[in-house]
């Protein structure tokens, strides 16, 4: 099952505008991950945030954790046609005697030119 | 590139046959994962290794195993396959838990 639901589930912007994409999960967790995908190919990591943080930077990227609401957004900004991808926040947490990740169902990001 | 290696790239098969999917992680990190992308069941966990022992399991179905080797790259195996195994499969390592997992380019799975 997926614990994150993403939202939008799609987003169309134009280049140079920022896109802001959301995240919500349902149990405690040790960390979020942030991942992108473009189209069929593999997951590239992006930025985790742990659960005690509640922000954290990486070049335009922009990352901010509730874990009262249960909830974490993704800004890009000064979007890029190359940002244009799929986009997944992924919740880490205990799992038996070792952690898994839950995915959400991702946004897709069109930024056009 | 991650640095975590998965062969083969693509993979076709048929009905009822069993294949295996390789896995080599990144140098140093100690944990492996692995995941199934579906179109309808979006990105699920099958199943995690650390240092050669199994951790953590998730949704992974009896017909599937996995094993991580000495030299700690692990190996997906999947028997009786059907359609409905056809995804892309993913291979993640991390240096710990709770860690940053990096993933693997993935194995394209067609059962025909």
């Known amino acids: 099952s997926q614990q994150g639901e993403e939202d939008p589930q799609a987003l169309s912007i134009q280049e140079g505008e920022n896109a802001t994409m959301n995240c919500s999960y349902k149990?405690?967790?040790?960390?979020l991950q942030w991942y992108r995908q473009n189209s069929g190919r593999g997951l590239v990591h992006l930025i985790l945030i742990r659960s005690n943080e509640r922000e954290k930077h990486s070049g335009r990227l922009r990352v901010t954790l509730d874990t009262s609401k249960k909830s974490s957004s993704l800004l890009i900004t000064a979007s890029r046609a190359a940002d244009t991808a799929s986009y997944f926040c992924?919740?880490?947490?205990?799992?038996?005697?070792?952690?898994?990740?839950?995915f959400g169902g991702g946004t897709r990001l069109m930024v056009k030119p | 590139d991650s640095g975590v290696t998965q062969t083969p790239k693509h993979l076709i098969t048929a009905t009822g046959q069993r294949v295996t999917l390789r896995c080599s992680p990144r140098s140093g990190d100690l944990s492996v994962y692995w995941y199934q992308q579906s179109l309808d069941q979006g990105l699920q966990f099958l199943i995690q290794?650390?240092?050669?022992?199994?951790?953590a399991k998730g949704n992974i179905l009896e017909r599937f195993s996995a094993q991580q080797f000495p030299d700690l790259h692990s190996e997906l195996n999947l028997s009786s396959l059907e359609l409905g195994d056809s995804a892309l499969y993913f291979c993640?390592?991390?240096?710990?838990?709770?860690?940053?997992?990096?993933f693997g380019p993935g194995t394209r799975l067609t059962v025909l």
């Open positions: 993640a390592s991390s240096v710990a838990a709770y860690n940053e997992q990096f």
């Open positions: 149990t405690s967790i040790n960390n």
């Open positions: 992924a919740t880490d947490a205990w799992n038996n005697a070792g952690n898994m990740l839950t």
């Open positions: 290794y650390y240092n050669g022992e199994e951790r």
